[in-house]
Nanobody, 120 residues
Framework: QVQLVESGGGLVQPGGSLRLSCATSGSIFSINVMGWYRQAPGKERELVAA???????NYADSVKGRFTISRDNAKHKVFLQMNSLKPEDTAVYYC??????????????WGQGTQVTVSS
């Protein structure tokens, strides 16, 4: 069964940090691109960051310099280190497995999502 399971979300103050993790089944991890998307209330889901199996990355402009995506191919995990968090980063964050660094496709796989709330 194909699975992606996120963890690491929570409540953090502005300026703080969180690290999201996504555990995947082996069959998913062979897919080239892993990514993180987010969806805030009333907004469309958007790409946050993505990484290929070879380590090429793509970031949304709004998170460049603050977020870092990485993957551990041996452990079948992908991570999102989020620093200098802002209230506008508040959203449900979804782990994604697919084939594009730029946008999700209808054939992608998704996790169930983890809530990140940035508030004082």
């Amino acid at each position: 069964q194909v699975q992606l399971v996120e963890s690491g979300g929570g409540l953090v103050q502005p300026g703080g940090s969180l690290r999201l993790s996504c555990a995947t089944s082996g069959s998913i991890f062979s897919i080239n691109v892993m990514g993180w998307y987010r969806q805030a209330p009333g907004k469309e889901r958007e790409l946050v960051a993505a990484i290929t199996s070879g380590g090429t990355t793509n970031y949304a402009d709004s998170v460049k310099g603050r977020f870092t995506i990485s993957r551990d191919n041996a452990k079948h995990k992908v991570f999102l280190q989020m620093n200098s968090l802002k209230p506008e980063d508040t959203a449900v964050y979804y782990c994604n497995a697919g084939w594009s660094l730029i946008a999700a496709t209808q054939w992608d796989y998704w996790g169930q999502g983890t809530q990140v709330t940035v508030s004082s």
